[in-house]
């Protein structure tokens, strides 16, 4: 008798998706977005990498610190929380993205405080809307890549590139340095630009859940969401 070979599908159509690797994204997702010490320990590190880098003018330093950020999967966490309609889980998520904003931007504050912001060591940005359009379109494709290597295991060595590619926190590291040299116009384009960022990954990542069929998922993610508040382990039930 000849045997009959099995297809597997979701190696030829990248929207096709299997339940367990929906689950393990979920539970990976929800592994990685934990507001515990790990995750704020290298979210400061990563911070004073970029500001060094940014104070020194040296591209290579401010990569290396964008490698070790790990703000990009709670915004990812946002747009499943959107997808599967869980509002406790973006209420929750979203508290744990402000801090993450907050330490990141006062990074870039500090750091210029202390070393100051030298001469011409800051690039210029020009102050035109097509900037910020330009990285929301970037963002907009990184978010996108990112939940695709997230859900496939396949491509999952493009996320380094991936959070290089969306340049998150440079922008709001530069918004702290501009606050330190009172420079409205540098915080309001940078920050400008780090919003659009944001929205852009959010969106990107929404449009990808959503044609995985993630939104089928509501109960899973309604289980796995006590996981990200801080102070609320969740007990295993027996």
Same mark, same amino acid.
């Given at each position: ?36 010490s790990?995750y704020?320990?290298l979210?400061i ?45 973006i209420?929750? !998520? ?9 330490i *990141?931007?006062? &990074?870039? %504050?500090?750091? #210029?405080? +202390? ?10 940005i ?28 396949d ?9 290089i590619? !969306? ?5 709001l590291?530069?918004a702290? *340095?501009?606050? &330190?040299i %009172?420079?409205? #116009?540098? +915080?309001r ?21 959503s044609l995985?069929g993630f ?24």
């Amino acid at each position: 008798m000849a045997q009959k070979k099995t297809i597997d599908r979701s190696e030829g159509d990248i929207l096709a998706i299997k339940a367990r690797d929906q689950y393990r994204t979920i539970d990976e997702l929800v592994k990685r977005s934990r507001p515990n010490s790990v995750y704020y320990t290298l979210l400061i590190i990563s911070s004073l990498i970029i500001a060094f880098g940014l104070l020194l003018g040296s591209s290579t330093v401010v990569i290396g610190g964008m490698l070790v950020t790990p703000v990009l999967t709670p915004i990812l966490f946002i747009a499943l929380g959107v997808v599967t309609g869980e509002l406790g889980l973006i209420k929750s !998520v979203s508290q744990l993205i402000a801090r993450s904003f907050a330490i *990141i931007f006062a &990074s870039g %504050l500090v750091t #210029a405080w +202390i070393f100051g912001t030298g001469n011409g060591s800051l690039s210029s940005i020009e102050n035109n809307i097509t900037v910020p359009a330009l990285y929301f379109s970037v963002a907009l494709l990184a978010g996108a890549a990112a939940t695709f290597a997230w859900t496939r295991k396949d491509v999952v060595d493009v996320l380094p590139g991936v959070a290089i590619a !969306v340049a998150l926190v440079p922008p709001l590291t530069l918004a702290g *340095i501009g606050l &330190s040299i %009172l420079d409205g #116009a540098f +915080i309001r384009m940078n920050f400008l630009i780090f919003m659009f960022n944001v929205f852009g990954v959010i969106i990107g990542s929404l449009i990808v859940f959503s044609l995985l069929g993630f939104y089928k998922t509501k109960e899973r993610v309604h289980r796995e969401t006590t996981e990200v508040v801080e102070k609320k382990p969740r007990k295993n039930k027996k």
